[in-house]
């Protein structure tokens, strides 16, 4: 029971550290947007570095230079919908659970931990070499990305 209720913990980390979770659709397009390309850095007021590197709809996280999850990406209209597919047990809280440091799809989480997932959707515009994402629901907190 204790790993389930850890595990419910990360999975809300998660979904803060993308600032919103959603469940609706972006539409039936498939875009991609170019401009997104590369790789992005962010610091949180905890001085945790967060990397996103975007590459024609996959993308990948990492925390302090730890991997931590990975997927895909569309956008469309100014959204962008983030997809997890796999996360990776380096992570510290997967780490806890004593979990191999090697990357895990949704379904062997979901199926240990019994844990449901949701695709992030946040609104998104670039300008020069600055990324600006922000959650459309709730406080619409703004996180600024700088393109290395």
């Not at 209209?77 to 992570?91: C, D, Q, R, V």
């Not at 600006?132 to 406080?139: C, K, L």
Request: aromatic share 14%.
């Amino acid at each position: 029971m204790e790993k389930k209720s850890m595990f419910g913990i990360l999975v809300i980390a998660f979904l803060f550290g993308f600032l919103i979770t959603g469940c609706f659709s972006l539409g039936t397009s498939r875009e991609i947007d170019p401009s997104l390309n590369g790789t992005w850095t962010s610091t949180s007021s905890e001085n945790w570095e967060f990397i996103n590197i975007y590459n024609n709809g996959r993308w990948e996280e990492k925390i302090n230079n730890i991997s931590t999850r990975r997927g895909f990406y569309t956008t469309n209209n100014g959204n962008i919908k983030l997809t997890i597919t796999e996360f990776h047990g380096n992570y510290f809280e997967l780490e806890r659970q004593g979990l191999a440091p090697r990357w895990y799809s949704r379904r062997e989480l979901s199926e240990v931990y019994g844990a449901e997932f949701t695709d992030a959707i946040l609104t998104y515009s670039i300008d020069g070499n600055q990324l600006f994402m922000s959650s459309s629901i709730g406080s619409g907190t703004q996180r600024i990305w700088i393109k290395l």
